[in-house]
Nanobody, 126 residues
Framework: VQLVESGGGLVQAGGSLSLSCAAS????????MGWFRQVPGKEREFVAT????????DYADSVKGRFTISRENSRNTVYLNMNSLKPEDTAVYYC????????????????????WGQGTLVTVSS
């Protein structure tokens, strides 16, 4: 499956941004999906994950209550809605997919994912 992120950009602190991850090649409903982010010089870190069914979700503590992950399997797209953005949210955001048979699995580790997008840059100014 090929993943393409979009929606990144520059936003002021306290603002909102919505990222999209469009998949091609395979249907997304067979995949657990996740969002990760990476700042230059630092390790890539988990942000959010959503199960195949869309029922189960998990978030990094740093984004709980501010970010929401969702999916629209009919459109082969996953979203990350980001509110109350902070300068420390500045990073390249990556979409990731992992094929799983169980519909309620979520994955929070980088190693659990097989496919990655190219990333989209989010910059939050103070």
């Amino acid at each position: 499956v090929q993943l393409v992120e979009s929606g990144g950009g520059l936003v002021q602190a306290g603002g909102s941004l919505s990222l999209s991850c469009a998949a091609s090649g395979r249907t997304l409903r067979d995949y657990v999906m996740g969002w990760f982010r990476q700042v230059p010089g630092k390790e890539r870190e988990f942000v959010a994950t959503i199960s195949r069914s869309g029922v189960y979700r998990d978030y990094a503590d740093s984004v709980k209550g501010r970010f929401t992950i969702s999916r629209e399997n009919s459109r082969n797209t996953v979203y990350l809605n980001m509110n109350s953005l902070k300068p420390e949210d500045t990073a390249v955001y990556y979409c990731a997919a992992a094929w799983r048979t169980h519909s309620n699995v979520v994955l929070t580790t980088i190693g659990g994912y097989n496919f990655w997008g190219q990333g989209t840059l989010v910059t939050v100014s103070s």
